[in-house]
């Protein structure tokens, strides 16, 4: 199979539905994945108006994959399925946006990060 440097195979499911009673509550399994996505995640699903309750476990450390539980308010607008994308979404716009500022960013050489800012005088640096 064809490979990709962060997805690995591209035939490997990476993410699994595992459907409620109806679309107001779903529990997602990504795969692959630790704290670090299930975290931020979990936040910008519980931001959704839409989104009642949002949890992730991840039911043992040596296990690569997290549990997404999404439930929705009753006659919301919006099913878990759209809201886990337009938070999936929303996350690539904040990497696409911190990318950007990083590659902006002055060099160390360039930056005045050693300069007070108050006086102009330069900044001791601690040797340890």
Known sequence: PEKNKIM???????????????????????HKEDHTLGNI?????????????????????SDEKIHLRIQ?????????????KDSLSLLSDICDHMIGTFEKAPSPSE????????????LRRLLR
């Open 111 to 122: 930056s005045k990060m050693d300069v007070d800012s108050s006086s102009g005088k330069p």
């Open 41 to 61: 995640v979990r936040y910008l699903v519980s931001k959704n108006p839409n989104t009642e309750f949002c949890g992730y476990s991840i039911h043992h450390p």
């Open 8 to 30: 690995g195979s591209i035939k490997e499911r990476q993410l699994h539905v595992l459907e409620g009673k109806d679309a107001s509550c779903s529990t997602f399994v990504i």
């Open 72 to 84: 929705t308010y009753p006659n919301a607008k919006s099913d878990c399925q759209a809201i886990l």
